[in-house]
């Protein structure tokens, strides 16, 4: 039934003829319309359309607008509600401007300057538009990232309770999560351990149970004798009887069940939200704003890979009808998200390569051969191929956007010192960033031991620059440049990299200082690129002219999903060991083998070998129950290993600190190194042969590859130790797989198989979109939603085909920081 219009005609007309002043009715038009939209609610039976009208009042606010803007937004607001008394035809929308949602606000006059803000699209239309949602609540949103009703429609459920089938009492048994339909018989007030509570007998024709609800007195309002309720819950057993404790409640007489009954979503909550009011939020929000969603998928592809309609897909992923349904909603928004991600890191790839030229490296054959010639190895047929990989693109007017990646020890390293001595012998800078300072220092000693073979001659200036007799008309001058270096210092490094004198600098976050300027950076490296954000990543290529970039990563991952997450960048891949490098015995211990395993250590100890044991945190927490290096360095050195030489480092010691502690122990001026997981990369000491690893259960799979790597860098056999005091189930499998397997791609994809989306790859902290449905380890999906992209990246590229402006405006939406889709 259509709405009643009659009389907010005329008080429309009423307040037309005396000018706009909000005197037609006493007390003004906004408490009117509250009124009305009561009345009017009793012949509105589509439910989407009344919450669409509510929604759209609540921010319409009569007063607040100036006179002079008045008569246009009333006419807005008589077009918005003709248009719900249309039927709907969804055949109509033939563009993307005629696709408007059924409840977007019509147009209206661009406001003066000081005037009111007139409503937003629906969908932006804040969470304080819905009843019972104050400033309050909406602050305890926010936490969620929830701010508009977009935001809702995407806040998806953790996981569903499966309350879909209903069982007789009689055959209610404890454990899992059941549903009964029945009458209540009796509801009172209980006091169980001093606790308010409300106790409820209800009943089938197979018999009777007891409900009870702790610590909730306030249902004693809600239910009544002869209410027939529908609960969900577990049930326990009480003294011999079942009881059904907390379970989720709702009348049979309610239209659509809720809370009970089917498959119900779980979210994820703040302090200060309640399961019960945010799914009821939730089915209102879908209930009333899914259905007008527009799809911006392309039907084609829709078609192609069978997959829900936008619309469908929202709602089913809430408040699904059956498993399958939830699948096939799951399957649909994984795929738009990975498919919009892949779009824009192509898109970003794209703006990369046309922005400007790039710098041709063409590279001294003579050079590079004299270079392997210096090496006490010869590189393995993955390193050959993937340094062929990256002097080709050297060569090439088009900069080179390269990740490398290999396991660790693979080589990766030499490698990238072959590029930067290709690019340097041209005549160019380049500059070498890594996570750490650490890790910049470690490389600064590696690449300068290199290098060094190579000179006639060798000069350092203290332990930040050197001098090698390399090049045939000066030398190549490298320079190591740390943030907590004395500001005079690094104030002369920056100004001799300005003018050209220094063709190497190896360093930390400092490069992409404001104050950091190359004269002509040819070559930007990134050790452990994902410790770093894009906009970092980009600030040190902005500092030279569009220079080649190649990005380094010790934690590998599947092909297909390195496409995917890393579709800007070209892909080479060292997947095979230095010949010669023996397996790391890695053992999971019991906390009753602590002692063993200290008797381990001092065993390799005392036959000339050092030992490494990792704590997670700095300091003692009562909230994290981890051992915290510096406590556990002090008990160490103390009680259990007197006798030895030990060292303690962590993030919070000064560079020089860090700097002293690690080379007495490279020197083997220390027995045992006490760490947080500051040394996950870049130590490299050959003689260090154990590693014990305090809280194993609390790091990823791939962490704890990464400080295994810290051993078996020698000739002896090595040997990594991995104690947890009560690891989680997750743990137990995580733990498990280490110990038995030597393979970082292997480990990583049982990592992607163990942990959560974004879990693995941190999306947000590397500018790329969140990801909320998808599943990185879902290989299939990942593969159509590629695909795709480049489906779409071949025959329409910038998106301007007319079956892709919907699809156009999406990507404009989720990558607004980027400019490649304006």
Excluded at 392 to 412: C, I, P, Y
């Amino acid at each position: 039934m259509p709405l009643s219009t009659e009389k907010l005609r005329a008080v429309v007309a009423l307040e037309r003829t005396k000018g706009f002043e909000n005197t037609a009715v006493i007390g003004g038009l906004d408490r009117f319309l509250a009124v009305w939209v009561d009345e009017a609610a009793q012949s509105l039976t589509d439910r989407t359309k009344l919450t669409q009208l509510k929604v759209r009042l609540t921010g319409f606010n009569y007063a607040g607008i100036p006179a002079a803007d008045r008569e246009a937004s009333l006419d807005t607001l008589l077009g918005f509600i003709e248009e719900l008394n249309q039927p709907q035809n969804p055949g109509v929308a033939e563009s993307v401007e005629s696709a408007r949602l059924v409840f977007e606000t019509p147009a209206v006059p661009k406001p003066k300057a000081g005037a009111a803000i007139h409503p937003p699209a629906a969908l932006d239309i804040p969470v304080t538009a819905f009843k019972g949602v104050n400033q309050s609540t909406a602050a305890k949103f926010k936490k969620l990232g929830i701010e508009t009703v977009r935001d809702m429609l995407y806040h998806f459920p953790s996981r569903h309770l499966d309350y879909s089938r209903t069982t007789r009492i009689a055959e209610l048994s404890p454990g899992p999560e059941q549903t009964i339909v029945a009458t209540v018989w009796e509801v009172r007030l209980t006091t169980p351990g001093g606790r308010r509570s409300t106790e409820a007998i209800v009943g089938d024709d197979t018999g009777n149970i007891r409900a009870l609800w702790f610590n909730n007195p306030y249902l004693l309002r809600q239910i009544h004798a002869n209410d027939r309720l529908v609960l969900s819950g577990k049930i326990t057993v009480f003294k011999g009887t079942l009881v059904f404790e907390s379970p989720e409640w709702e009348k049979l007489e309610n239209k659509e069940l809720v809370h009970t009954g089917r498959l119900a979503p779980v979210y994820p909550l703040t302090a200060g939200l309640y399961p019960r009011m945010v799914r009821r939020l939730m089915k209102e929000t879908v209930d009333g704003f899914a259905p007008s969603l527009v799809d911006y998928l392309p039907e084609s592809i829709r078609t192609r890979r069978g997959l829900l309609s936008l619309p469908e897909a929202v709602a089913q992923a809430h408040f699904p009808d059956s498993e399958t349904a939830k699948d096939e909603a799951r399957r649909r928004l994984a795929f738009d998200e990975l498919l919009v991600l892949q779009l824009g890191v192509m898109a970003r790839k794209r703006a990369w390569r046309v922005s400007q030229p790039g710098i041709p490296i063409p590279g001294d054959q003579s050079l590079l051969e004299r270079f392997l010639s210096t090496l006490e190895f010869q590189l393995t047929g993955a390193q050959r191929r993937s340094l062929n990989e990256i002097l080709a693109d050297l060569k090439r007017k088009e900069a080179m956007s390269r990740l490398l990646q290999g396991d660790v020890g693979s080589g990766k390293t030499v490698v990238a010192t072959i590029a930067i001595l290709m690019t340097v012998a041209s005549g160019y800078q380049t500059a070498f960033m890594a996570p750490t300072e650490i890790l910049a220092d470690q490389h600064f000693k590696s690449v300068n031991g290199m290098l060094a073979r190579l000179a006639t001659a060798k000069q350092d200036n203290g332990d930040t620059v050197s001098y090698l007799g390399i090049l045939p008309d000066r030398p190549l001058t490298v320079a190591l440049l740390l943030g907590d270096a004395k500001e005079s210092g690094k104030t002369v490094i920056r100004n001799r990299i300005k003018s050209g004198e220094i063709d190497l600098v190896i360093g930390t976050h400092s490069l992409i200082q404001k104050s950091m300027k190359f004269k002509q950076l040819g070559l930007a490296v990134i050790d452990e690129q994902h410790r770093f954000g894009v906009e970092q990543r980009q600030s040190l290529r902005q500092k030279g002219t569009n220079p080649h970039l190649l990005v380094m990563t010790a934690t590998p991952i599947p092909r297909t999903l390195a496409l995917t997450l890393y579709g800007d960048l070209d892909l080479s891949v060292i997947d095979e060991l230095p010949p010669g490098r023996q397996p790391i015995r890695t053992r999971w211990l019991k906390p009753e083998q602590r002692a063993s395993a200290y008797a381990f250590i001092r065993k390799q100890v005392n036959l000339k070998q050092q030992s490494f044991i990792i704590c997670p945190l700095v300091e003692e927490s009562e909230a994290v129950q981890a051992k915290a290096a510096t406590a556990e360095y002090e008990t160490l050195k103390m009680e259990i290993f007197p006798e030895f030489r030990l060292g303690l480092i962590h993030g919070r010691m000064s560079a020089a600190e860090k700097d002293s502690v690690m080379s007495a122990f490279s020197a083997g001026r220390l027995d045992i190194l006490v760490s947080t997981p500051v040394i996950e990369v870049g130590i490299d000491v050959p003689n260090a042969t154990v590693m014990l690893i305090e809280s194993a259960d609390r790091f990823g799979l791939s962490q704890l590859h990464q400080f295994r790597g810290r051993v078996g860098r020698g000739k002896e056999q090595s040997y990594c130790m991995l104690l947890a005091e009560n690891p989680s189930d997750v743990a137990n499998a995580r733990l498990s797989v280490i110990e038995k397997n030597q393979d970082g791609f292997v480990l990583a994809e049982e990592d992607l198989k163990l942990r959560g989306p974004g879990e693995f790859f941190g999306t947000r902290q590397s500018g790329l979109p969140d990801l909320k449905m998808a599943r990185l380890s879902d290989v299939p999906i990942l593969e159509a939603a590629r695909a795709e992209a480049t489906r779409l990246f071949e025959e329409d590229p910038r998106l301007q085909q007319p079956e892709h402006l919907r699809l156009y405006e999406e990507l404009t939406r989720v990558w607004p920081q980027t400019g490649e889709w304006s």
